[in-house]
């Protein structure tokens, strides 16, 4: 198994997607329109199963952090108070020679065209990332409304209902999982930077002076996730802390979780201090007393946030790049060699298909069908019937099913079938009453 993840990867990934009904250009028999992705079948239950993850480990699993889920449009105050309005912007500039438009920030050098090395460049001028609608009748200022920039701003408005009413005393935390959208200048590398995303968020309210305990608690805690959950290894992911003239001015500290990905490193998470600014800009906009009443020792304290952010679509995109490899198989007589198979190396617990059910005969469907219907019930599962036994293996390896079940001729008479190991190609016969308790065990260890 080759572990060489070659500078052409992300060609072949994105075709791969758009191939098997993963992820592909939104509008596209209109000539799409850029930073925008629709999720084909297969990318629609492997994002829900990512989503779904997190959403156990972070707020299932755990009794101090309660879910919510807000409107993409809220009170364009919400947007004056967090400062997106004044200062959420990128500096940009545009080519007269080619008409392309780049941000000042990713350019090596901000006096040449990146495209075409013209000097012929515009003095560079904010440019804000929010995407403005109008709520109402009438398309007037008055009416200006703007799409969330993110989720997390909602979460701090909602503060004390949540608070209130799930019974919660400090420190806690609100999660949520929805979407979020920017006006990017240059959306790029397929879905890592896009137009309209989705962000997986969690803040967590505490006191002042066990704040950095938690900074800590939550950066181990996410760590961990993606080892021991995702699978990734150090070599795929780092941290980095922000130096201290880096941090935004009511920081305290914090550091992004980066991606070894084919186009080089890019954040996958980010973990934030974010200090009393947030709860004390909202409380000062609305005018509504966002404090928090600390009985034991009677006081009054404005609530510390940290903050875990990451988006699920950079997540499902770390996944396929982590996930894509290459087999080939041994070489001919004349030392040519004989095939290359695709396959995805997802954990089984984030794959789209789990479990696939392969019939060795149309003529064994009915059979396998029943099959099919139990194992369903408990695991992602699909019944693949077109094409030779050894296209549909081909097929499932591509969309990265760990595991085939084949129906064969002998299953008629031992009320068994052959398991098909994705990634040791290992194939064992399996009871068929005892197939739920193999692939529960099977799934659990990775």
Known sequence: MSKDKKPDVMEKIVSLCKRRGFIFQSSEIYGGIGGFW??????????????????????????????????????????????????????????????????????????????????????????????KTYV????????VAYLRAETCQPIFVDFNQVRVSARQKLPFGIAQVGKAFRNEINPRNFIFRSREFTQMEMEFFCFAEDSMEWYGYWRDQRLAYYKDLLEFTDEDIRTEDHAPDALAHY????????????????????????????MTRHQEFSGDNLEYFDQENNRKVTPTVVETSVGLDRTFLALLCKAYDEDTADTNKEGKAQDTRVVLRFPA????????????????????????????????????????????????????????ITFDFESLEDNAVTIRNRDTMSQERVAIEDLRDYFEKAIDKQ
Request: glycine share 6%.
């Open 38 to 131: 629709d999720y084909g079948p297969y990318g629609v239950k492997m994002k829900r199963a990512i989503e779904a993850l997190w959403w156990d480990y972070m707020v299932e699993q755990r009794s101090n952090v309660e879910g919510l889920d807000s409107t993409i449009i809220s009170n364009p105050k919400v947007w004056a108070a967090s400062g997106h309005l004044d200062k959420f912007g990128d500096l940009m500039t545009d080519c007269r020679e080619c008409k392309s438009r780049h941000r000042v920030d990713q350019m090596e050098d901000p006096t040449t065209c990146p495209n075409c090395d013209s000097k012929d460049l515009t003095e560079p001028r904010e440019f804000n990332l929010m995407m």
């Open 136 to 143: 109402g009748p009438v398309s007037t200022e008055e009416n």
């Open 251 to 278: 920081a305290k500290a914090a550091l992004d979780i980066e991606f070894k990905f084919p186009f080089g490193w890019g954040e996958l998470e980010g973990i934030h201090h974010r200090g009393e600014w947030d």
């Open 349 to 404: 617990i984030v794959a789209p298909i789990q479990v696939a059910v392969l019939p060795l005969s149309k003529k064994l469907a009915p059979q396998a069908e029943e099959v099919y219907k139990k194992v369903r019930k408990y695991f992602r599962s699909e019944m693949d019937l077109t094409g030779s036994i050894g296209k549909r293996y081909r097929r499932q390896d591509e969309i990265g099913t760990p595991y085939c």
